[in-house]
C-alpha cells in the first residue's frame, strides 16, 4: 500500500507569539525534529505543508524528501492544510499519516506503529489515543479523502475522526503526542530534554 505523509505545518503560531516551528529544540527546529522522525517512517513520499511565513519557514528547516505545498488559505485554520497535503497527492497514493508539525515527541516508530495499526484493523482510519483523546499521527486510507478535502475550520482532522463512529482503530499511547502551542508548553519539552 503506496503511503504518503503528511506534516501540518502551516499555522501562524498566533498562540505562542512567535514561529513555533522555528523553536530551537535538542539542537534543530522544532519542525527539522518531526520531519526527521516522518523520514525515518516507512513512508512512500512526504509532504509538508506550510502557510503563514512559509519562504522563511522553507529556508530555514531541511526539507530534503519532502514537497512543500504551501496553503494559501492557511489563516482559516487546520482544515485548508489538510486539504492542501491530501490534494496534493497522487492517485498512485493509497493511504496517508497525516503529522503535525509541532509534536516533537512523535517519533518513527509510533508512526510505523500506527500504519501497523491501521493495516491490521481492516479500518478506513488509524490515530493515537491519549487520554481517550484520538490525535495525530493519524492514517487514513481513500475511504476518508472525500472527508479529508472536504474538512474546515481548525478542528478539521478531529471533527473528520468524530463523524463517523467505529471508522478508527486506536492506538493508545501517554505523554509522547504532546503539542507545541504556547509559551508553557515549550518550557514543559524543554524542561523534559534537559533531564
Given at each position: 500500500m503506496r503511503t504518503a505523509g503528511v506534516v501540518l505545518a502551516a499555522g501562524d503560531s498566533r498562540r505562542m507569539g512567535q514561529t513555533k516551528q522555528l523553536l530551537p529544540l535538542g539542537g534543530r527546529t522544532l519542525l527539522d525534529t518531526v520531519l526527521a522522525a516522518a523520514r525515518g517512517a516507512r513512508l512512500d513520499e512526504l509532504v509538508l505543508v506550510l502557510g503563514a511565513e512559509a519562504e522563511r519557514i522553507a529556508a530555514a528547516v531541511d526539507t530534503a524528501g519532502a514537497r512543500v505545498v504551501v496553503a494559501a488559505d492557511h489563516a482559516e485554520g487546520m482544515g485548508a492544510s489538510l486539504r492542501a497535503g491530501v490534494g496534493a497527492l497522487g492517485p498512485e497514493?493509497?493511504?496517508?499519516?497525516?503529522?503535525?508539525?509541532?509534536?516533537?515527541?512523535?517519533?518513527?516508530?509510533?508512526?510505523?506503529?500506527?500504519?501497523?495499526?491501521?493495516?491490521?484493523?481492516?479500518?478506513?482510519?488509524?490515530?493515537?489515543?491519549?487520554?481517550?483523546v484520538l490525535q495525530p499521527p493519524v492514517a487514513a486510507d481513500r475511504r476518508l479523502w472525500p472527508q479529508l478535502i472536504a474538512?474546515?475550520?481548525?478542528?478539521?482532522?478531529?471533527?473528520?475522526?468524530?463523524?463517523?463512529?467505529?471508522?478508527?482503530?486506536?492506538?493508545?499511547?501517554?505523554?509522547?503526542?504532546v503539542d507545541i502551542d504556547t509559551p508553557d508548553d515549550y518550557r514543559r519539552v524543554l524542561m523534559t530534554e534537559e533531564r
Open positions: 497514493v493509497e493511504r496517508v499519516v497525516v503529522l503535525l508539525g509541532d509534536q516533537p515527541r512523535v517519533t518513527a516508530e509510533l508512526v510505523d506503529a500506527v500504519l501497523e495499526r491501521h493495516l491490521e484493523s481492516g479500518l478506513p482510519a488509524a490515530a493515537v489515543s491519549a487520554g481517550g474538512a474546515h475550520g481548525d478542528s478539521g482532522l478531529r471533527s473528520v475522526l468524530r463523524a463517523v463512529p467505529g471508522i478508527v482503530a486506536t492506538l493508545s499511547v501517554e505523554g509522547v503526542t
